[in-house]
Each structure stands twice: as structure tokens, then as C-alpha cells.
């Protein structure tokens, strides 16, 4: 009874997998116009593709179910071999019913070995070959020190760095330029080779300037819970030399140059600070380069106030404090808020109330890319800063979007300039690169192995990179394509059949926009979609965006993020971003990387023998 039962589900199975191969098949047929610009093994790699999308069309987990309870395959790993999977299973499924093999099996595109090489060498094409006794590479983004700093850039590259990122969002050339130097430099002396990636900035939205309140610069010493002070505040002080000074550690006052000269240790400075009320400062040594002054007041210096050099109580000179930065406070937003996003280049300001706290104006802030406003449409959302701040768009107008808040922290929202914009409802039409990615890849071409482009869409956005790299005679460079928002998921399929056009291709997963197009709930099992489509293509992934983040900037990692680093060893690439102790963490990712590969491949797990697998008697 339990032989007729068990010959009964096989022969129901048999016509299963056969139709889901002649779905694959078929599939590819609609497809073909796709294949004429590849080489051969590019061909192989988007059939395989096309095989994998037509069986993830469709609901097989009723089909893994029984194929498993047989002993076969549940084809829950055929990505980067479907084909041949398929076929293995078909053929095995027969022998169960005492049948002969079928006598004519399509002819796969890649095999159980040749699918996960051509992986491998696309990876090692692009990325480079890892350091130390792991597979998976490690990308960092370097901070703006490494422009000046040989020694952290020989210090990343010694710690494990594979891949150095220069992000163009910040920076100018002659930084990244300085950088690239610093790491041949490194390379020469450590014996190591690295790739060098650089991440164009794309058509970021983002918001514009807020209208500043002054130019103030708060000075406050650190007191205990008590309000006793442990450590003054500390500043140094400048000649005025008629230009902004740059925000530093500790903050930097420019003064009147004839008060600078005579002031002398033992000095004060005192003044009324913004406020009214009477403060002052003691020097404490003086150089070439100025004097060093403290305090264990809080005081608000202002551009412009008059500052009295005070010896022995008796007045020597007075002179006024020079350019500080401007101030701007962020907007202060709560749900039911309403805001008007802008096409104009003038600065934001808070809502205006009324004196029984009625809104006169909405709040206001400009946008950096006007051309949305043609594109979005009422319902749609919107969000700011990463997700901190959500919206629901109410009307659309030529220059002006009026939203509605539908989302803040508990206590409210802060919405300050140069945050970033999502609209994952709206079809946006912005070319992938803008003006200023174009010179900067006509800057960078000479001197990098590979190239992002950020805020991809569609196929079109790849084949145009590619054309402006073919034009500027660097088609041999590697294109990165950045998935960050919704839509260029939704096309994801498209675009990497474009990007196989013309190798060698990556993709990032930049968790961080991505998170907030389509939703943090959705977020796990979206890129885990990525990774597995990207393995069925055969092109190697960049876990990117957080990653160990907390460790990079404080020296301890979470719990959440080991796990999370953990995980990230099913991609080809992990990105880390820049951090105070961004070389501890690079020293960190590497061992977890090594120890994992040991006990996972992509989502198989290997099976090392386990320490703890003794059992004593």
C-alpha cells in the first residue's frame, strides 16, 4: 500500500517538473532580441537567469514538499544552475518509478560547477582577490582624512581592505585624487593589491538650505548630574582674517588681529553674550597660530559682538569677533503638520504662528531636483531624512508640493538641509547622471577599476553609463549598479540583463534608501530577492549600507550588528562606511567573514565538523 502511494506521488511529480522546465524554456524564447549583444558566457549566465525567473513565477513550495519527503532535491539552491537542476531531478524522479531517463533533456546553459565558477570569476573580475583566508571582500568608504592621512589609508589596506570606496557625494578630486595615491603608495609598501571604486553621486534628492538665524557659536563646559563642572570648555582664538572659519575641535573664534597680538596668558576676554549676559574667557598660552582660551560658563558668541582683553582688571583693547558659521535650525514638524516642499532656491523656514499659536504660513523647504514636480501626484508618499520624517502629498502644485506629516519621532520631527528625499510612489524621469557626474567620471576614469551608479531605474540607465564609458575609451571599467529604490527592484530583472551587456557587473544593496522605498518591514526579503536573482545571473553583491556602523564609530559593535555581519557572508562584498575606529572594524568584519565561511556558502551550509559535537560517555 505505502509502494503504491509513494509510486502514485512520483508519477504526479514527473509532469510537474517537466512543465515547470518547457515554462523555463519558454521563457527564454520571448527573450532572445536580448541575447545578440553578449559574449557567450554573458548568453549562458541571462539563460540561467531567465530559467530561474520563470520557475519563481510560480508557487512550488506544495512540489519542494514531496520532492523533499523522497530524498531528492527541494530545488530551494538551483540559482546559479536551474537548468541542470531541473534535469538531475527529472532524471532521478524516473529512476524512483522504475523508468529509464528520459531520452531527450534540453541541454542547460551552466551546470553545478560552471554556474558557481562563472560566479567566482566575475567576482574576482570585478572585486579583486580578498586578503586573508576568506571569499567575501571588503569594501570601505574612505573618510576626508584619508586625503591627508597616508598612514590610514596603509592601515585600512594592512587591516584587510579589498575594495576602497571614494564616495563623489563628498569631497572634490584633488581629496580623491590624493587618496587614490595614498593607497598605491600602501599597495607598494604592503606587498597587496586593492580595487578602487568610485561611487558617482547620482540625482540625489535632497532638501535646500534653511534660513539662517545668525552666525553663533555655543561654548559649553561638561558638568555632572549635580551641575558642577568637570571639564571647562575650551576654544581657540584667531586672527580675523574676513573669511568664514572652518567648524574645528575645538571650535575656532576669530578676533580683531590688534587685540590678538597683545593678549598674553593670564588674559580674559569678556563680553555679553547673545543673550545679555556677562561672560568671559581666560587664556591660557598663546603661539604663532593663536591662543588658547577657556571657560566654565556656557555663552553664546555672536559675529560682531565687542570683545574687551581684560589684564589685572584693567581694560588693554577691545576688538569684535569675526565670521563664524551661519546657524540654521532645523524645522520642527509633528503629524498633521503641513509643509510645502519647493522648486526655488529660497532658504526654509518654520511655520508662522499667529498670537494664539494659529498657523499663518506652512512650514517651507526647497527641493534639489524641481524636476519631480512633474512627476509626483497626490496620495503619493514622501519621506525625509532616511524614514525619520513621513508625509502624504495633498496637492500638487507648478513649484510647490503641498504635504501633510504623517510621521515623526514621538516628540516630533527635525528637518534640517542636505537630507535625503524618497518618493517610492512616483515614477521619476531624472536622467541617472547628472552634469557633474559626468565630469567627475571623465576625472576618475584613468584612475579607478570601477564605477556606481547611484539611483538606478531601468535598463536605459545602465546602457547610458555604458555609452559614456565606451565614449570616454573605459569600457574595460566595472559598473556597480546601486538598487535604492523601488522601482529599480521592481526592474531588477531588466536591468541586470542590461547590465550583462558589458561586463563585469555588480550590484550593491543599498539598505539605507532601499529600507525606506519599500518599506523596513519589507526590507529582509526584499534582499534576499536581490541575492538570489543576482546569483542566478551570476553577478556578484555588495551588502552595503550600516554595517557595523556602531562599531566603526564607537569601537563596540551591537549584538544585532554582529549578527547582521554574520549574515552579510552571502554576499561577494561588505561594504563598511567611514568611523573613528573604521580600522578596528574592518579587523573585526574579517574574522567573522572566515569563521562563518566555514559553516555557510551563499545559503548552503557546510557541514565543518563542530567543537561541540563530542558527546561524552
Same mark, same amino acid.
Given at each position: 500500500?505505502?509502494?503504491?502511494?509513494r509510486?502514485?506521488q512520483?508519477?504526479?511529480?514527473?509532469?510537474?517538473?517537466?512543465?515547470?522546465?518547457?515554462?523555463?524554456?519558454?521563457l527564454?524564447?520571448t527573450?532572445?532580441d536580448?541575447?545578440?549583444?553578449m559574449?557567450?558566457?554573458e548568453?549562458h549566465?541571462?539563460?540561467n537567469?531567465?530559467?530561474?525567473l520563470a520557475?519563481r513565477?510560480?508557487?512550488i513550495?506544495?512540489?519542494q514538499?514531496?520532492?523533499?519527503?523522497?530524498?531528492?532535491?527541494s530545488?530551494?539552491?538551483?540559482e546559479?544552475?536551474?537548468?541542470?537542476?531541473?534535469?538531475?531531478v527529472d532524471?532521478?524522479?524516473?529512476?524512483l518509478?522504475?523508468?529509464?531517463a528520459?531520452e531527450f533533456?534540453?541541454?542547460?546553459?551552466?551546470?553545478y560547477?560552471?554556474g558557481p565558477?562563472?560566479?567566482?570569476?566575475?567576482t574576482q573580475?570585478?572585486?579583486?582577490?580578498?586578503?586573508?583566508?576568506r571569499?567575501?571582500?571588503?569594501m570601505v568608504t574612505?573618510?576626508s582624512?584619508a586625503?591627508?592621512?597616508?598612514?590610514l589609508?596603509?592601515e585600512l589596506?594592512g587591516?584587510?581592505?579589498?575594495?576602497?570606496r571614494?564616495n563623489?557625494?563628498?569631497?572634490?578630486p584633488?581629496?580623491?585624487?590624493?587618496?587614490?595615491e595614498?593607497l598605491h603608495?600602501?599597495?607598494?609598501?604592503?606587498?597587496?593589491p586593492?580595487?578602487?571604486y568610485?561611487?558617482?553621486a547620482?540625482?540625489k534628492?535632497?532638501?535646500?538650505?534653511?534660513e539662517?538665524i545668525?552666525r553663533?557659536?555655543k561654548?559649553?563646559?561638561?558638568?555632572?548630574l549635580?551641575g558642577?563642572?568637570?571639564h571647562?570648555?575650551?576654544?581657540?582664538l584667531?586672527e580675523?582674517?574676513g573669511?568664514?572659519v572652518?567648524p574645528t575641535?575645538?571650535p575656532?573664534v576669530?578676533?580683531?588681529?590688534?587685540l590678538l597680538q597683545k593678549?598674553?596668558?593670564g588674559d580674559r576676554?569678556?563680553?555679553?553674550d547673545v543673550?545679555?549676559?556677562s561672560?568671559s574667557?581666560?587664556?591660557?598660552q598663546k603661539?604663532?597660530?593663536?591662543?588658547?582660551?577657556e571657560?566654565d560658563r556656557?555663552?553664546?558668541?555672536?559675529t560682531g559682538?565687542?570683545v574687551?582683553?581684560l589684564?589685572?582688571?584693567q581694560?588693554?583693547?577691545?576688538?569684535?569677533?569675526?565670521?563664524?558659521?551661519?546657524?540654521?535650525p532645523?524645522l520642527?514638524v509633528?503629524?498633521?503638520?503641513?509643509?510645502?516642499?519647493?522648486?526655488?532656491?529660497?532658504?526654509?523656514?518654520?511655520?508662522l504662528l499667529?498670537?494664539?499659536?494659529?498657523?499663518v504660513?506652512?512650514a517651507?523647504i526647497?527641493?534639489?531636483?524641481?524636476?519631480?514636480?512633474a512627476m509626483a501626484?497626490?496620495d503619493?508618499?514622501?519621506w525625509?531624512?532616511d524614514?525619520?520624517i513621513g508625509?502624504?502629498?495633498?496637492e500638487v502644485?507648478?513649484?510647490?508640493?503641498?504635504?501633510?506629516?504623517t510621521?515623526?519621532?514621538?516628540?516630533?520631527?527635525?528637518?534640517r538641509?542636505?537630507?535625503g528625499?524618497?518618493l517610492p510612489?512616483?515614477?521619476?524621469?531624472?536622467?541617472?547622471?547628472?552634469?557633474?557626474?559626468?565630469a567627475?567620471l571623465?576625472?576618475l576614469?584613468?584612475?579607478?577599476?570601477?564605477?556606481?551608479?547611484?539611483f538606478?531605474?531601468r *535598463? &536605459?540607465d !545602465?546602457? %547610458?553609463?555604458?555609452?559614456?564609458l565606451?565614449?570616454?575609451?573605459?569600457?574595460? /571599467?566595472?559598473? @556597480?549598479?546601486?538598487i535604492?529604490?523601488?522601482h529599480?527592484f521592481?526592474?531588477?530583472?531588466?536591468i541586470?540583463?542590461?547590465?550583462?551587456?558589458k561586463?563585469?557587473?555588480?550590484?550593491m544593496v543599498?539598505?539605507g534608501?532601499?529600507a525606506v522605498?519599500v518599506?523596513?518591514?519589507?526590507?529582509?526579503e526584499v534582499?534576499e530577492e536581490i541575492l538570489?536573482?543576482?546569483?542566478?545571473?551570476?553577478?556578484?553583491?555588495?551588502?552595503?549600507?550600516?554595517?557595523?556602523?556602531k562599531?566603526?564609530k564607537s569601537?563596540k559593535?551591537?549584538?544585532?550588528?554582529?549578527?547582521?555581519?554574520?549574515?552579510s557572508?552571502? *554576499? &561577494?562584498? !561588505?561594504m %563598511?562606511?567611514?568611523g573613528?575606529?573604521i580600522?578596528?572594524?574592518?579587523?573585526? /568584519?574579517?574574522? @567573522?567573514l572566515?569563521?562563518?565561511?566555514?559553516?555557510?556558502?551563499?545559503?548552503?551550509?557546510?557541514?565543518?565538523?563542530?567543537?561541540?559535537s563530542?558527546?561524552?560517555?
Amino acid at each position: 500500500m505505502h509502494s503504491a502511494r509513494r509510486h502514485s506521488q512520483i508519477s504526479r511529480l514527473i509532469p510537474s517538473l517537466e512543465k515547470l522546465r518547457a515554462d523555463a524554456l519558454a521563457l527564454v524564447e520571448t527573450h532572445t532580441d536580448s541575447f545578440y549583444k553578449m559574449e557567450a558566457m554573458e548568453n549562458h549566465s541571462a539563460h540561467n537567469l531567465l530559467h530561474y525567473l520563470a520557475i519563481r513565477q510560480q508557487d512550488i513550495r506544495k512540489l519542494q514538499s514531496d520532492l523533499s519527503s523522497l530524498g531528492l532535491s527541494s530545488l530551494g539552491g538551483l540559482e546559479s544552475h536551474a537548468l541542470a537542476t531541473l534535469n538531475a531531478v527529472d532524471i532521478a524522479l524516473h529512476s524512483l518509478a522504475g523508468e529509464s531517463a528520459p531520452e531527450f533533456l534540453p541541454e542547460p546553459p551552466v551546470d553545478y560547477v560552471t554556474g558557481p565558477l562563472i560566479l567566482r570569476e566575475r567576482t574576482q573580475a570585478l572585486l579583486g582577490m580578498p586578503s586573508g583566508k576568506r571569499s567575501v571582500r571588503i569594501m570601505v568608504t574612505m573618510p576626508s582624512e584619508a586625503a591627508t592621512s597616508y598612514r590610514l589609508v596603509r592601515e585600512l589596506l594592512g587591516s584587510g581592505m579589498d575594495v576602497m570606496r571614494i564616495n563623489c557625494a563628498h569631497d572634490d578630486p584633488q581629496a580623491w585624487l590624493a587618496m587614490i595615491e595614498h593607497l598605491h603608495r600602501a599597495e607598494r609598501k604592503l606587498g597587496r593589491p586593492c580595487k578602487i571604486y568610485a561611487d558617482l553621486a547620482g540625482p540625489k534628492l535632497r532638501t535646500g538650505p534653511i534660513e539662517a538665524i545668525g552666525r553663533i557659536l555655543k561654548i559649553c563646559p561638561t558638568h555632572n548630574l549635580r551641575g558642577e563642572v568637570l571639564h571647562r570648555a575650551q576654544l581657540r582664538l584667531v586672527e580675523d582674517q574676513g573669511e568664514v572659519v572652518t567648524p574645528t575641535t575645538p571650535p575656532t573664534v576669530p578676533l580683531s588681529p590688534s587685540l590678538l597680538q597683545k593678549a598674553q596668558a593670564g588674559d580674559r576676554l569678556a563680553f555679553e553674550d547673545v543673550r545679555g549676559r556677562s561672560r568671559s574667557l581666560t587664556l591660557l598660552q598663546k603661539d604663532a597660530a593663536g591662543c588658547l582660551a577657556e571657560t566654565d560658563r556656557t555663552c553664546y558668541l555672536e559675529t560682531g559682538a565687542t570683545v574687551r582683553l581684560l589684564r589685572d582688571e584693567q581694560e588693554i583693547d577691545s576688538g569684535e569677533i569675526g565670521l563664524l558659521p551661519e546657524v540654521s535650525p532645523p524645522l520642527l514638524v509633528k503629524p498633521g503638520d503641513g509643509l510645502l516642499l519647493t522648486s526655488d532656491s529660497i532658504p526654509g523656514r518654520n511655520a508662522l504662528l499667529d498670537r494664539h499659536g494659529d498657523v499663518v504660513e506652512r512650514a517651507r523647504i526647497g527641493c534639489t531636483l524641481p524636476g519631480v514636480f512633474a512627476m509626483a501626484k497626490p496620495d503619493d508618499k514622501i519621506w525625509f531624512d532616511d524614514g525619520k520624517i513621513g508625509g502624504r502629498i495633498v496637492e500638487v502644485q507648478p513649484n510647490q508640493l503641498v504635504i501633510s506629516i504623517t510621521q515623526t519621532a514621538l516628540n516630533g520631527g527635525r528637518l534640517r538641509a542636505e537630507k535625503g528625499i524618497n518618493l517610492p510612489d512616483t515614477q521619476l524621469n531624472t536622467p541617472a547622471l547628472t552634469e557633474q557626474d559626468l565630469a567627475n567620471l571623465a576625472l576618475l576614469a584613468p584612475h579607478v577599476d570601477m564605477v556606481g551608479l547611484s539611483f538606478v531605474h531601468r *535598463a &536605459e540607465d !545602465v546602457r %547610458l553609463l555604458q555609452a559614456e564609458l565606451g565614449r570616454l575609451g573605459a569600457s574595460h /571599467l566595472g559598473i @556597480v549598479l546601486k538598487i535604492e529604490n523601488r522601482h529599480a527592484f521592481e526592474n531588477l530583472p531588466t536591468i541586470l540583463l542590461a547590465g550583462l551587456e558589458k561586463p563585469p557587473i555588480g550590484v550593491m544593496v543599498a539598505r539605507g534608501d532601499l529600507a525606506v522605498e519599500v518599506g523596513f518591514e519589507r526590507l529582509a526579503e526584499v534582499q534576499e530577492e536581490i541575492l538570489w536573482l543576482c546569483e542566478a545571473a551570476h553577478i556578484p553583491v555588495i551588502w552595503a549600507t550600516q554595517v557595523l556602523e556602531k562599531m566603526a564609530k564607537s569601537g563596540k559593535p551591537s549584538r544585532a550588528e554582529v549578527s547582521d555581519a554574520a549574515m552579510s557572508g552571502r *554576499a &561577494e562584498c !561588505v561594504m %563598511l562606511n567611514k568611523g573613528p575606529y573604521i580600522d578596528e572594524a574592518v579587523r573585526f /568584519l574579517a574574522g @567573522v567573514l572566515e569563521r562563518m565561511e566555514a559553516h555557510q556558502s551563499k545559503r548552503r551550509s557546510m557541514m565543518r565538523r563542530l567543537a561541540i559535537s563530542r558527546v561524552q560517555p
